[in-house]
């Protein structure tokens, strides 16, 4: 099992930056393929970056790539996400998810992750 904690979430003009980390906690042993999601108000919880286990690979969803920034810190156990240009429409509260296997950055749904975060908001206003 492996316990996850987001934070860095807040509120931000729009154009604005910020810098979203999850901490992995528990067994941590074996390396994790990572994600980000985000659920807005009334919306399902759709993908925004994922990453493969040593980092090597990574996606982004078309609406933020170019904008956001996924990492790993294998060492500290921790995932960023850098978020730049920030729109309204990135407003959304901000998931970070967890799942073993094949390395690969190719996991883009929630159904996939068996590990979750409770969240971190993010308020971009205009």
């Known amino acids: 099992q492996v316990q996850l904690v987001e934070s860095g979430g807040g509120l931000v003009q729009a154009g604005g930056s910020l810098r979203l980390s999850c901490a992995a906690s528990?067994?941590?042993?074996?390396?994790?393929?990572m994600g980000w999601f985000r659920q807005a108000p009334g919306k399902e919880r759709v993908v925004v970056a994922t990453i493969s286990k040593s980092g090597g690979s990574t996606y982004y969803s078309d609406s933020v790539k170019g904008r956001f920034t996924i990492s790993r810190d294998n060492a500290k156990n921790t995932v960023y996400l850098q978020m730049s240009s920030l729109k309204p429409e990135d407003t959304a509260l901000y998931y970070c998810?967890?799942?073993?296997?094949?390395?690969?950055?190719?996991?883009?749904?929630?159904?996939?992750?068996?590990?979750w975060g409770q969240g971190t908001q993010v308020t971009v206003s205009s």
């Open positions: 998810a967890a799942r073993s296997g094949y390395s690969s950055s190719s996991y883009y749904y929630t159904r996939e992750y068996p590990y």
């Open positions: 528990g067994r941590t042993d074996s390396n994790y393929n």
